[in-house]
């Protein structure tokens, strides 16, 4: 591979401004009783790991879909799954049943956080370098430049490290 010094830049730009976006707050920090975007991935891990799976999407006394009940597809909820296995081997009270409603704490911000720049770093961006690399008739240097453009979209990094969601590919 041809320049893979400038895509390794790029790579390294696009990651640096990710995590420099998500050391400020996010939407709904303090605020209950909803808490925000963060809130919701949150007890989403709560509700994917507490409950069957044939629950994860209906109204109960375990599972009330008015506070974050879990619209997305189930890819997104065995992600919520995954990281929810992470967050109990780090600290079980971040997804307890009922009690971990609003939980916030600084180390539990950088779970999720890690949690989100992981997914990027795993799945969007060699998504984004394999789809670029892909393209015909265009040069390698155009087609870092389109990598670095898609990977410094601020459309996806403020929902995703500003505002508190997660860009999976569905």
């Not at 010094?5 to 696009?14: D, S």
């Not at 307890?96 to 992981?118: N, Q």
């Not at 892909?134 to 505002?163: E, Q, R, V, W």
Request: glycine share 4%; aromatic share 16%.
């Amino acid at each position: 591979m041809e320049k893979w010094y400038l895509m390794t830049t790029v790579v390294l730009i696009g990651l640096t401004v990710r995590w420099t976006v998500s050391l400020n707050s996010y939407s709904g920090a303090g605020k209950p009783p909803m808490f925000g975007d963060y809130e919701a991935q949150r007890h989403w891990q709560e509700i994917t790991f507490n409950l069957p799976i044939k629950q994860w999407y209906f109204n109960s006394s375990d599972n009330n879909l008015l506070y974050w009940g879990l619209d997305y597809p189930p890819l997104t909820a065995y992600h919520s799954l995954l990281c929810a296995h992470v967050a109990k081997f780090i600290n079980p009270d971040w997804i307890a049943l009922h009690t971990s409603h609003g939980y916030e704490s600084p180390a539990h911000k950088l779970f999720m956080r890690t949690t989100v720049f992981i997914a990027d770093l795993l799945i969007y961006i060699p998504a984004v370098v394999v789809y670029c690399y892909c393209l015909k008739d265009m040069s390698t240097k155009k087609k870092i430049a389109n990598i670095l453009c898609i990977l410094l979209y601020p459309g996806l990094i403020l929902i995703d490290y500003g505002h508190f969601q997660y860009p999976l590919l569905i």
